[in-house]
């Protein structure tokens, strides 16, 4: 079976830098989109960014130029770059596959099949 295993999360001060990663098992996702999005307590689940099976790379307006997403298909692993992080990042990040080519930006949670289970990142001011 399909499993996502987000790591990489933590307790970082305001301006600070943290790497998320997602590593996929139970099957090969190198030609379909990953993407990240968070949720923050008493908020909906948020599009952060995505990475489609061409490569083009989609993001919020709110981390535009901030993070990076990316990806390793040799691993099965996409990642997540957050630079110049602020207290407003703090949330549950959940890295999502898209088993399909439905979609083109994926910046819905129902343009994903697959989710992990999480990892906190905390910014403090």
């Known amino acids: 079976q399909v499993q996502l295993v987000e790591s990489g999360g933590g307790l970082v001060q305001a301006g600070g830098s943290l790497r998320l990663s997602c590593a996929a098992s139970g099957r090969t996702f190198s030609s379909y989109a990953m993407g990240w999005f968070r949720q923050a307590p008493g908020k909906e689940r948020e599009f952060v960014a995505t990475i489609t099976w061409s490569d083009n790379t989609y993001y919020a307006d709110s981390v535009k130029g901030r993070f990076t997403i990316s990806r390793d298909n040799a691993k099965n692993t996409v990642y997540l770059q957050m630079n110049s992080l602020k207290p407003e990042d703090t949330a549950v990040y959940y890295c999502?596959?898209?088993?399909?080519?439905?979609?083109?930006?994926?910046?819905?949670?129902?343009?994903?099949?697959?989710w992990g289970q999480g990892t906190q990142v905390t910014v403090s001011s």
């Open positions: 999502g596959v898209a088993d399909h080519h439905r979609s083109i930006y994926y910046r819905d949670t129902d343009d994903y099949d697959y």
